[in-house]
């Protein structure tokens, strides 16, 4: 079985500063890993996926995540936050195996951004 | 552009009514899930359609069923409402070959549904 750990329900940073969102996961295969952030009242967008080909994956709106096998972990970063990235963010975790591919979501972090 | 839809975007319905919510994607993706998200709280799996093969979670409650007519349409009914049941419920697809992968899910805007 699967799962990922996101440590800090709520993060607060302030418009300018370094972004840290951390995700642990436990998988008994190597994952696939991804990070979706979602808006009030909307649905979930892909911020970037992790699928083996390299570790320090770039995603959209200035994101980034390493995949570290070592410590189990594909923190989020940014290094300047935006008035616009408060949101909520999950990190997934996948098997990818085939028809039985399923994401398992961790419980989400917070992050609101201090003018 | 290639999208997910949700229709309603808000829905109300009263405790013990049945209740269906739509999902249309223009993505022509092999593979439908339905999510149940409650507040604060991660999205849950409630069942995904490969194709028109049918998979329940083992815990989705019987009062959620799910339809697919064809590959572009999938519906969640909810027999009997109940207050529990209130939520945000989100559609995702997804193109799922037989190699292992790392398909991306791309999401709906969800259906809040209230219950009176």
């Known amino acids: 079985a699967q799962s990922v750990t996101q440590l800090g329900s709520h993060v607060s940073v302030s418009e300018g500063a370094l972004v840290l969102l951390r995700c642990n996961y436990s998988s008994s295969v190597p994952p696939y890993l991804f990070w979706y952030v979602q808006y009030p009242n909307q649905g979930l967008q892909l911020l970037l996926k992790y699928t083996s080909a390299a570790t320090l994956v770039k995603g959209i709106n200035g994101f980034e995540a390493e995949f570290k096998k070592s410590e189990t972990s594909f923190h989020l970063t940014k290094p300047s936050a935006h008035m616009s990235d408060a949101?909520?963010?999950f990190c997934a975790v996948s098997l990818g195996v085939g028809v039985d591919e399923k994401l398992t979501f961790g419980t989400g972090?917070?992050?609101t951004i201090i003018p | 552009d290639a999208m997910v839809i949700q229709n309603p975007r808000y829905q109300v319905?009263?405790?013990?009514?049945p209740v269906t919510l739509s999902c249309s994607q223009t993505l022509n993706h092999n593979v439908m899930y339905w999510y149940q998200q409650k507040s604060s709280q991660a999205p849950k799996l409630l069942?995904?359609?490969?194709d028109k093969d049918f998979n329940n979670e083992a815990d989705?409650?019987?009062?959620?069923?799910?339809?697919?007519?064809?590959?572009?349409?999938?519906?969640?009914?909810?027999r009997s409402p109940g207050l529990g049941d209130a939520a945000m419920y989100l559609c995702a697809t997804s193109r799922v070959g037989s190699q292992r992968g790392a398909d991306t899910q791309y999401f709906g805007p969800g259906t809040r549904l209230t219950v009176l």
């Open chain 1, 87 to 89: 949101a909520e963010y």
């Open chain 1, 109 to 111: 972090t917070r992050l």
């Open chain 2, 13 to 17: 319905t009263q405790f013990g009514k």
């Open chain 2, 47 to 50: 069942f995904h359609y490969y």
């Open chain 2, 60 to 78: 989705t409650p019987d009062n959620f069923q799910s339809r697919r007519p064809n590959t572009s349409f999938c519906f969640l009914d909810i």
